[in-house]
Nanobody
Framework: EVQLVESGGGLVQAGGSLRLSCAAS????????IGWFRQAPGKEREGVSC????????YYADSVKGRFTISRDSAKNTVYLQMNSLKHEDTAVYYC????????????????WGLGTLVTVSS
């Protein structure tokens, strides 16, 4: 079955760090670009970061540049989002998505979605 499973969310204090994981199965991992998105209650989903199938190209939203780092491990079929210097405004459900076309991910559209993991940043 085709699926993405996020993990690593939780409660963290402002200034702290978390590493989210997006584990892929049921499709050829290295043929897909992967993106991270987030959605806070009452707000629209927004793109956070994405990475090309080879890992050579990455994209970050301005709000997370310098704080978040996306990476992928082909051997583990997993994409990571290292989140440092977390702020209250980072609180959201974080989703990963996969698409064969990274342009689609940048545009906020993906072929395969995960179910999300909650990140809560407190003071």
């Amino acid at each position: 079955e085709v699926q993405l499973v996020e993990s690593g969310g939780g409660l963290v204090q402002a200034g702290g760090s978390l590493r989210l994981s997006c584990a892929a199965s049921g499709f050829t991992f290295d043929s897909y670009a992967i993106g991270w998105f987030r959605q806070a209650p009452g707000k629209e989903r927004e793109g956070v970061s994405c990475i090309s199938n080879s890992g050579a190209s990455t994209y970050y939203a301005d709000s997370v540049k310098g704080r978040f780092t996306i990476s992928r491990d082909s051997a583990k079929n997993t994409v990571y989002l290292q989140m440092n210097s977390l702020k209250h405004e980072d609180t959201a459900v974080y989703y990963c998505g996969a698409d064969h076309n990274i342009k689609a991910i940048v545009a906020g559209m993906v072929e395969i979605w995960g179910l999300g993991t909650l990140v809560t940043v407190s003071s």
